[in-house]
């Protein structure tokens, strides 16, 4: 469980998600987020980009997997 600490930790360091801890904080951002489409849009954009980049990562070591088990064996 340790890899989803530190993701969301890098998810919150990067602007792609808010740690809410309380539940006046949660209410208070919510209301924020509703009038703010700037700051909604600034969060769905990061996570976007933080999506398509692992996309791409992933793409790459399923293809790199694939070039190494297509070879003959020896």
């Not at 209301?31 to 933080?50: G, W």
């Given at each position: 469980m340790e890899n989803f600490q530190d993701i969301a930790e890098r998810m919150i360091k990067d602007g792609m998600a808010l740690q809410?801890?309380?539940?006046?904080?949660?209410?208070?951002?919510?209301?924020?987020?509703?009038?703010?489409?700037?700051?909604?849009?600034?969060?769905?954009?990061?996570?976007?980009?933080?999506?398509?980049?692992a996309q791409a990562s992933v793409t790459k070591t399923n293809s790199a997997i694939s070039d190494l088990l297509s070879r003959p064996t020896q």
């Open positions: 809410i801890n309380t539940d006046e904080a949660l209410a208070e951002t919510v209301v924020r987020l509703v009038s703010n489409a700037d700051e909604r849009k600034t969060l769905s954009d990061a996570a976007k980009n933080m999506t398509v980049s």
